[in-house]
């Protein structure tokens, strides 16, 4: 069953289907680069401090003593960027700035990948894996002569190549598959990969909103845009999560839990 549906693509105009896949995975890809994964906004300071001055509005304390206090974690301050962190965001060493819901610094896309690119980035392993497999599901029957007792057609500069793409684009659609499957994950409970390491002793995740909810918050509500790296006007002007400095949390989390 399996077999006939791989002839069956491959005897379909395949030259098509990865070209399409090909020109969305480098619109996503160069999205990724090029895009700014979110900056701290000069001179930005927690919501609640804009109403109260320059106290923390939990303890009563003025901002400038917690931020020589690392055991306050209520109040996030970077030394490096002197500056407050916004619920979040983490400073990159790399970028050697913060960046918003950091969640790693890529060195395929050479850029830190945060709040404003990670639907990009997203959308670029989804793509690299569908034209990875595309490639390879093609290339599978030139694959299967190699093992035949006939006479393999071809010089022998063609079937080197042919084998080593074969083997390439299956290595790197099963090691993008694993990744996708990690970041699918990710996504569903509403967290980044370096919340995923800080939040092991921590049994509710504040951010976790439901998993519909969740994906919206990276891919935005308009199903258009679900699949191409932008989204809505509308989308961003009733979402600002999108903006990386407002994340709604759940109802019933205990505050005392970071
Ligand atoms: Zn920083
Ligand atoms: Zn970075």
Redesign the pocket.
């Known amino acids: 069953m399996i077999l006939e549906s791989l002839n069956f693509l491959t005897k379909y105009d395949n030259s098509f289907i990865p070209l399409s896949e090909l020109v969305m995975l480098l619109w996503c890809y160069f999205a990724v680069v090029f895009m700014d994964p979110g900056t701290v906004p000069p001179n930005w300071k927690p919501a609640a401090d804009e109403e109260r001055g320059e106290v923390d509005p939990l303890n009563g304390v003025e901002l400038s003593n917690l931020q020589s206090d690392p055991a306050n974690q209520r109040f996030r301050y ?1 030394r ?2 002197s500056q407050p962190k916004p619920p979040r965001c983490h ?1 990159c060493s790399v970028c050697g ?2 960046v918003l819901k950091m969640d790693h610094h890529c060195v395929w896309v050479v850029n830190c990948v945060g709040a404003l690119n990670y639907k990009y980035f997203l959308l670029f392993l989804v793509y690299t894996f569908l034209e990875t497999t595309l490639v390879t599901i093609s290339l599978l029957p030139h694959f299967k002569t190699y093992f035949s007792d006939g006479e393999i057609p071809g010089t022998p500069g063609t079937l080197a190549t042919t084998f080593l793409t074969f083997v390439l684009n299956l290595a790197f659609s099963l090691s993008v598959l694993g990744f996708l499957v990690l970041h699918v994950s990710l996504v569903a409970s509403n967290t980044t990969t370096i919340e995923a390491y800080e939040k092991k002793t921590t049994s509710k995740w504040r951010y976790d909103l439901g998993r519909r909810k969740n994906f919206e918050q990276v891919f935005g509500m308009d199903k258009r845009y679900w699949f191409i790296p932008a989204y809505s006007e509308e989308d961003i002007r009733r979402m600002p999560v999108l903006q990386g400095l407002e994340y709604p949390s759940t109802p019933d989390f205990n505050a005392q839990e970071f």
């Open positions: 970077c490096k960027c400073h700035r913060c």
